[in-house]
């Protein structure tokens, strides 16, 4: 059983940053690797980021550029830092590991950015 707590996001507006965390309790969190979505209204979820174990990153390209995954071992959480923000970055953001071909997800984070 694996939890993920995730933290920050909030109203920012148009051209701002913002940070989000995701606490993993997960035992083996050094070896697992984590992803970032979000889903907009009416829209499907999609992946933003994701980080391997050894660190590797991989992005949408509608963020490359702007937004940053990163991991932090010894405190087992995984951070989005979010710059630049677009209007069309509002969405809930949720983290998510696989463990034994099951998902576990982040309870999501409201993000919204006016313009």
């Known amino acids: 059983q694996v939890q993920l707590v995730q933290s920050g996001g909030g109203l920012v507006q148009a051209g701002g940053s913002l940070r989000l965390s995701c606490a993993a309790s997960?035992?083996?969190?050094?070896?697992?690797?984590f992803g970032w979505y979000r889903q907009a209204l009416g829209k499907q979820r999609e992946l933003v980021a994701a980080?391997?174990?050894?660190?590797?990153?991989n992005y949408a390209e509608s963020v490359t550029g702007r937004f940053t995954i990163s991991r932090d071992n010894a405190k087992n959480t995984v951070y989005l830092q979010m710059n630049s923000l677009k209007s069309e970055d509002t969405a809930i953001y949720y983290c998510k590991v696989t463990k034994y071909a099951f998902d576990y997800w982040g309870q999501g984070t409201q993000v919204t950015v006016s313009s």
């Open positions: 980080i391997s174990s050894g660190g590797n990153t």
């Open positions: 997960s035992s083996t969190f050094s070896r697992d690797t």
